[in-house]
C-alpha cells in the first residue's frame, strides 16, 4: 500500500526528482565525500513533507523512536549499518548500555527500544538497558504487547565509567533526548556517548539545524542546478516569547509576517495557488507538542488561553520562550483518503527504511504528530538504493529515492550540527 499524490500541482517535484535521477553518480560521489568528511550521528529520523511542488526536511530527530514502525524485513539493513557505526567508536564492542526514555507505560516507545536491543544484539553486541529512573533500584522486568520482555536495569557509575552492577560497556548508546538536562551520571564519562550529549534538547536547538541545512541545501541544489527553496523551508526564531503572559508576540506576529511574505512572493514565481502558511513550534523539544498551523500574523497576536497554554509547555513540563516560525509545506500524500506523510530512518550514513506518518483526523496542513496518527512501513532502503531510470519520476522507486536523498541532506546537516555546537 503506497500513499498516492493527490494534487494535480506536480510539475516542479516532477522536474526535481528527474534533476535527482538523471545526477544519481554524481549525488552519491558527493555524498561519499560528505561521510568521509564527517562524524555521522549514530541514528536519525527526518520527517519530510511532499506538497507536490516541494519536498523538504521539517524536522530531524537525533534520538529517534519508532524503530518497532519500520518494515520487519528490513531489520538485516538495521543490523549492518549498527555494526559499522559501533564498530568505528569501539572496534572490540564489548557491549553496548542503551538508556532510554524514562517512560514505563509508553508500551509503544518500549517497543521501539526492544527493536534498538534486538538490532545491536544482531550486530554481535551484547546489550543490556540502564535506568535513569530513580525507582528503578534492582531489574525490572516489562512484558510488551508483542510477547517480548524488556529488563531495566540500574545503573552504576564507577569513576569516569557508566554500566550496570556486571556490565562494563565500551558504548553508550542514548535514545532519551535529554530534555530535561544532561543528569550528572552521564558527564565526563571515557566511553563513548552517542549520540553526544550536546545533542540533546538542552542544549540544542532546532534553528541551529535549519542554520545548517542551508549551507547544506545550498551546496547541494549548485550541485544539481536547482532552486534551493524547492528543498529548503524558510525559517525564523523569535526569543524571550511567553505565552502565558502574553509577551513577545510582536516579535512572533513579524517573524510570522515576515516569512509569508517571503512564501508568497515564491509562490507567485512558481504559480502555487495555495494559501501559504507556517509552522510555529518551540524551538527545542520534540513529542509534536507546542505546535501551531498559522495563515496570518493577527492569528498570534489573538491566542485564547487553550492556546496560549498549548503552546507555552513542552516536553517534561518546560517552558517554552524560544520559538520557531517555519515555512509550512502541505502534505499532498493520502493513504484511504487520510493526510501522510514520510518519515525516514538512518542508521550511521545508512537509510535503513521508514514509515508513513497518517492521520485521519488532521488537515493537509496540521502537524500529524499528534494522537491518533498510526504508522504504515515502507520499505524505502529498497526504493532509495535502487531507482529505476526506466520509471516515471513520481513512481514508487523513484519517489523514495528523492525521499533518501533530501533526507540524508538533513543528516549531513545534523553532521555539521553537531560538530559547530562542539566546537
Not at 80 to 88: M, P, V
Not at 356 to 369: A, S
Request: hydrophobic share 45%; charged share 20%; glycine share 6%.
Amino acid at each position: 500500500m503506497v500513499p498516492h499524490l493527490t494534487t494535480a500541482l506536480n510539475g516542479p517535484l516532477l522536474d526535481l526528482e528527474r534533476r535527482i535521477l538523471k545526477a544519481q553518480p554524481v549525488i552519491e560521489h558527493w555524498f561519499r565525500t560528505q561521510w568521509l568528511e564527517r562524524t555521522i550521528p549514530f541514528y536519525t529520523s527526518v520527517d519530510l513533507r511532499n506538497c507536490g511542488f516541494k519536498l523538504a526536511p521539517v524536522d530531524t530527530n537525533l534520538f529517534p523512536g519508532g524503530f518497532n514502525n519500520l518494515n520487519p524485513d528490513f531489520l538485516p539493513l538495521c543490523v549492518q549499518a549498527a555494526q559499522s557505526a559501533i564498530e568505528k567508536i569501539c572496534p572490540e564492542a564489548r557491549g553496548v548500555l542503551l538508556i532510554p526514555e524514562n517512560h514505563t507505560r509508553n508500551m509503544f516507545y518500549l517497543e521501539n527500544v526492544a527493536q534498538i536491543a534486538l538490532i545491536i544484539k544482531q550486530a554481535g553486541m551484547k546489550v543490556r538497558i540502564g535506568s535513569l529512573l530513580p525507582e528503578i533500584v534492582e531489574p525490572a522486568v516489562i512484558q510488551l504487547p508483542s510477547g517480548n520482555a524488556l529488563t531495566l536495569e540500574p545503573l552504576v557509575r564507577r569513576g569516569r565509567r557508566l554500566g550496570l552492577a556486571d556490565f562494563d560497556p565500551c558504548v553508550v548508546l542514548l535514545n532519551n533526548d535529554l530534555s530535561a538536562g544532561v543528569p550528572d551520571i552521564l558527564r565526563n564519562l571515557d566511553q563513548a556517548v552517542l549520540p553526544p550529549l550536546a545533542a540533546g534538547w538542552a542544549t540544542r536547538r532546532k534553528s541551529q539545524h535549519f542554520a545548517a541545512y542551508d549551507r547544506v541545501a545550498d551546496e547541494f541544489a549548485k550541485l544539481l542546478d536547482i532552486d534551493p527553496w524547492l528543498i529548503n523551508p524558510y525559517f525564523a526564531t523569535c526569543g524571550k516569547v511567553d505565552f502565558q503572559a502574553r509577551t513577545g508576540e510582536e516579535c512572533l506576529a513579524a517573524k510570522v509576517d515576515a516569512i509569508l511574505n517571503k512564501m508568497r512572493t515564491k509562490y507567485a514565481e512558481y504559480g502555487v495557488k495555495d494559501a501559504p502558511f507556517v509552522i510555529v513550534k518551540a524551538d527545542a523539544g520534540t513529542y509534536g507538542m507546542g505546535i501551531m498551523t498559522v495563515k496570518d500574523a493577527s492569528e498570534v497576536r489573538n491566542l485564547n488561553r487553550k492556546q496560549r497554554n498549548k503552546m507555552a509547555v513542552g516536553k517534561e513540563g518546560l517552558q517554552v520562550h524560544d520559538v520557531l516560525v517555519q515555512e509550512g509545506i502541505y502534505t499532498f500524500e493520502s493513504i484511504d483518503d487520510a493526510v501522510a506523510e514520510p518519515v525516514v530512518y538512518m542508521v550511521d550514513h545508512f537509510v535503513v527504511g521508514g514509515f508513513y506518518r497518517v492521520h485521519t483526523g488532521r488537515g493537509m496542513d496540521e502537524n500529524l504528530n499528534a494522537p491518533g496518527m498510526h504508522f504504515v512501513p515502507q520499505a524505502i532502503e529498497t526504493c532509495c538504493a535502487f531507482p529505476n531510470p526506466d520509471c516515471a519520476p513520481d513512481d514508487t522507486p523513484n519517489r523514495f529515492y528523492a525521499y533518501g536523498v533530501v533526507a540524508r541532506l538533513a543528516l549531513v546537516a545534523a553532521a555539521v550540527e553537531l560538530e559547530e555546537m562542539e566546537a
